[in-house]
């Protein structure tokens, strides 16, 4: 029992003349793992510097430096989306304001008395009051032209309906345009960049133009600017449709008598 005996290890049969590699699977691993924590882009420890003690809110953190590369791409995003909106907004604004006051200037000269007409008017009294001089008939019974400028024109129901409508139609979209504008305007200084000061400054730079911009309803009024430009369509259309039944009306009236 008190003698020393020798014991020898006899390596296993199946791992004779092979390498170990576990250990080196570990570390394949370890830097496989370690390579996707330096390129992820979330990950702000590997990112930036770690803070010194009793600084992790101090002007220069990372919380900071984390703070405005996120909040930068959360603006960039929100801003192309809004800023393709407005200008889709103000092309078709403009394009309708135009189509608008075109129909206007031909349907405005309905509220007002037609010099043709007058023109005309006279001259069928002219040709009267000749006719009775050759036949020698008294001119007392050709009827006098009421046409006169002192004379209350009144234009007809749907030439004012069709004319308000149209005239609150531009309206809308010229105001439109205009909110367009400033609302971009409002945009471009909400992302104008900021280089001086310390990450923590700047940090609240933007958050203070985020406060205003949500205290101003920013989002709430560029949602609402195509629900004006949709009113001011539909107004468009209801007088178009106004018009083009006073129209045909009164073609099919004419026509009428020109085959009686």
Same mark, same amino acid.
């Given at each position: 029992?008190?003698?020393?005996?020798?014991?020898?290890?006899?390596?296993?049969?199946?791992?004779?003349?092979?390498?170990?590699?576990?250990?080196?699977?570990?570390?394949? *691993?370890?830097?496989?793992?370690?390579?996707?924590?330096?390129?992820?882009?979330?990950?702000?420890?590997?990112?930036?510097?770690?803070?010194?003690?009793?600084?992790?809110?101090?002007?220069?953190?990372?919380?900071?430096?984390?703070?405005?590369?996120?909040?930068?791409?959360?603006?960039?995003?929100?801003?192309?989306?809004?800023?393709?909106?407005?200008?889709?907004?103000?092309?078709?604004?403009?394009?309708?304001?135009?189509?608008?006051?075109?129909?206007?200037?031909?349907?405005?000269?309905?509220?007002?008395?037609?010099?043709?007409?007058?023109?005309? @008017?006279?001259?069928?009294?002219?040709?009267?009051?000749?006719?009775?001089?050759?036949?020698?008939?008294?001119?007392?019974?050709?009827?006098?032209?009421?046409?006169?400028?002192?004379?209350?024109?009144?234009?007809?129901?749907?030439?004012?309906?069709?004319?308000?409508?149209?005239?609150?139609?531009?309206?809308? @979209?010229?105001?439109?345009?205009?909110?367009?504008?400033?609302?971009?305007?409002?945009? *471009?200084?909400?992302?104008?960049?900021?280089?001086?000061?310390?990450?923590?400054?700047?940090?609240?730079?933007?958050?203070?133009?985020? #406060?205003?911009?949500?205290?101003?309803?920013?989002?709430?009024?560029?949602?609402?600017?195509?629900?004006? #430009?949709?009113?001011?369509?539909?107004?468009?259309?209801?007088?178009?449709?106004?018009? @083009?039944?006073?129209?045909?009306?009164?073609?099919?009236?004419? *026509?009428?008598?020109?085959?009686?």
């Amino acid at each position: 029992m008190d003698e020393e005996t020798d014991v020898q290890v006899v390596p296993c049969p199946r791992h004779v003349g092979k390498k170990s590699r576990p250990f080196f699977r570990v570390q394949k *691993h370890a830097n496989a793992t370690r390579s996707r924590q330096v390129n992820d882009p979330f990950n702000y420890e590997h990112k930036y510097a770690e803070d010194p003690p009793y600084q992790e809110m101090g002007p220069y953190a990372r919380l900071w430096k984390a703070f405005l590369e996120e909040s930068a791409k959360v603006d960039a995003d929100k801003v192309a989306d809004w800023t393709d909106a407005l200008d889709i907004l103000l092309v078709f604004a403009g394009l309708f304001s135009a189509v608008v006051s075109t129909f206007l200037t031909q349907t405005f000269q309905k509220l007002e008395v037609d010099p043709n007409d007058i023109a005309v @008017s006279l001259l069928y009294e002219l040709c009267d009051l000749v006719r009775a001089l050759n036949n020698n008939q008294s001119t007392d019974i050709i009827p006098r032209f009421k046409g006169s400028p002192a004379s209350i024109f009144r234009p007809t129901r749907t030439a004012t309906w069709v004319n308000g409508l149209w005239f609150v139609s531009l309206a809308i @979209s010229l105001t439109t345009a205009l909110v367009a504008v400033v609302t971009k305007q409002w945009i *471009h200084q909400y992302v104008a960049s900021v280089n001086l000061g310390t990450p923590r400054e700047r940090c609240r730079i933007r958050q203070f133009r985020y #406060m205003n911009l949500q205290t101003w309803q920013v989002p709430l009024i560029i949602g609402l600017l195509p629900v004006l #430009m949709h009113a001011a369509l539909g107004l468009f259309l209801r007088a178009l449709l106004l018009w @083009s039944y006073r129209c045909i009306r009164e073609s099919v009236l004419r *026509h009428r008598v020109s085959s009686a």
